[in-house]
């Protein structure tokens, strides 16, 4: 499993372990976790990058509409993860 690690400003860095990744509408996102293994809390995030960037920026997504969409994407991939 990829791992990932973020760095947010003022903030200390947390890795992620992708999960999938999926693109919809043009847009590219991510499912992570903090665990490698077992249950555990999965975040959707979303590639706000723009095309030649060195780094990656992502951010989770907080809108109600567009979690949910990403989220029934994700379910039909893995059959085994349940996003509420």
Known sequence: M???TFAPEGEETIDFYILETTRLGGV???LVTEEPEGDGQAYIMKDLSDPGDEEALYEMVEDEDELKAVGKVFESILEDVNIV
Do not use: G, L, S, T
Request: aromatic share 16%.
């Open 2 to 4: 990829e791992k990932i």
């Open 28 to 30: 590219d996102y991510i």
